[in-house]
Each structure stands twice: as structure tokens, then as C-alpha cells.
């Protein structure tokens, strides 16, 4: 199964890949949507429907995807609309969806 997702051969199937199997799945329960909303409320560890610059730093290392601090400071910038310095699960989910698309280009 690692194989068929593991598009950069890499042996480590990263947030995209993730993404692209989810979407493979028979299930309609089991969406890629779903999937992150299921890891927004890993890091949201508080649960106040937020995560920071800091906890996204946390995320994408834990999804095998390492981001610069430029890197993390152009997604927080795509991701937070509202200029908080904070996302929202729908900042969060929109922003991992698009990323993986711009990737797959």
C-alpha cells in the first residue's frame, strides 16, 4: 500500500500523499477533508478551535513535510485570513488542500 502512495519514493508518505490515498478510499465517510480535521484536533490540545505559528511548525514536521521559517511564515500568512496569528480548522484544512495541490503541479 506504501508503495502505491508514495509518490517521491521517499518510504515516508507525507501529508499530500496522505491526502491523495484518503481519496482513494471506497469509504465516503473517510475524506481527506475529514482526515484533517481528525489532525487539526490532534495539535489543537486545548481545544480552543485555534492552533499557532508554533503548533503548525509541529504539524508539518510530524507530516513529514520540514518547513523554513519563511516557509511557515508564507503559510501562516495564506492560512490566517483574519491576520490572528492563528488558524482555524476551516484557515487549516483550506490551506493543507491547497498546498498539496500547488505540490501535485
Known sequence: MVSK???????????????????????????PES???DIFRIFD????GFITRDVLRQVMLSLAHPVSE??????MKRG???????LTKSDFIRMMMN???QDQV
Open 99 to 101: 498546498r498539496c495541490k
Open 70 to 75: 519563511e516557509g511557515l511564515d508564507d503559510l
Open 5 to 31: 502512495v508514495d509518490i517521491n519514493n521517499d518510504g515516508i508518505i507525507d501529508i499530500c500523499e496522505f491526502i491523495r490515498m484518503m481519496s482513494l478510499q471506497q469509504n465516503p465517510l473517510i475524506t
Open 80 to 86: 490566517d485570513r483574519r491576520g490572528e496569528g492563528r
Open 45 to 48: 490540545k486545548d481545544g480552543s
Open 35 to 37: 482526515q484533517l480535521e
